[in-house]
């Protein structure tokens, strides 16, 4: 029953926050393509550095023997709670709106680097598998996870415009904690996957890059 009642709260906030999401999720892709334009206008030198990199980093992974994973998911929930703090500050300001935006643009440019990069160097089907094995499974929960604190800072922001009673302004700042709160959780579940499944299962198959 709870679930149920929580899957309707979440399909209900898309539904209304729907335009919302559109945005955020187009500055998002757009973000992806910046990123692999970027790799694909680098100069020969540039491209040979980064493909030398990521062939290093495959190789110092196959012989690692041992792997701290506690250290790992401890360090990336550090890290992904900070960046949401980021997030949720920014958002409770009308000026930092513009913040807001522009972190998750360059989060997905980020991302376009990366798996341009990892395809470039590997190739089409090894990059696609690579990436697939390495970084999918946590991105199905931390994007979202984003893109949703993105979607409550903006609807924040629209608030305080309409409506600038202190009262007002308090309910909604308080709102957009709460979400924010929920999506660190997630943030959270998407660290532990990044440092123990899909670290295993790159581990089992990393023989094969």
């Known amino acids: 029953m709870r679930y149920s009642n929580y899957k309707n709260t979440l399909k209900s906030y898309i539904k209304t926050n729907y335009k919302e999401y559109i945005l955020v999720s187009l500055l998002f892709i757009i973000g992806i393509f910046i990123g692999v334009m970027i790799i694909n206008n680098c100069k020969e ?75 470039i160097t590997l ?43 202190r009262e007002n302004i308090k309910l909604e700042i308080l709102r957009h904690t709460v979400i924010s709160g929920l999506m660190i959780i997630l943030l959270i579940i998407s660290s532990i996957i990044e440092n123990s499944l899909s670290a295993n299962i790159l581990k089992s198959v990393i023989k094969y890059f």
Do not use: H
Request: glycine share 6%; with cysteine; net charge positive.
């Open 45 to 119: 030198q540039q491209t040979s550095e980064i493909t030398s990199y990521i062939s290093d980093f495959i190789t110092k992974y196959k012989e690692i023997e041992n792997i701290n994973k506690t250290e790992l998911i401890i360090e990336s929930i550090r890290k992904n709670i900070i960046f949401a703090i980021i997030l949720w500050i920014a958002g409770t300001t009308v000026i930092g709106m513009p913040i807001v935006l522009g972190i998750i643009l360059i989060r997905g440019t980020f991302l376009g680097f990366t798996i341009s990069s990892i395809t």
């Open 123 to 165: 190739g089409a089907f090894k990059g696609i598998l690579f990436c697939i094995l390495s970084i999918a499974l946590q991105n199905i929960i931390y994007i979202p996870a984003i893109l949703t604190i993105g979607v409550s800072s903006i609807k924040l922001y629209k608030s305080i415009i309409k409506d600038k009673r």
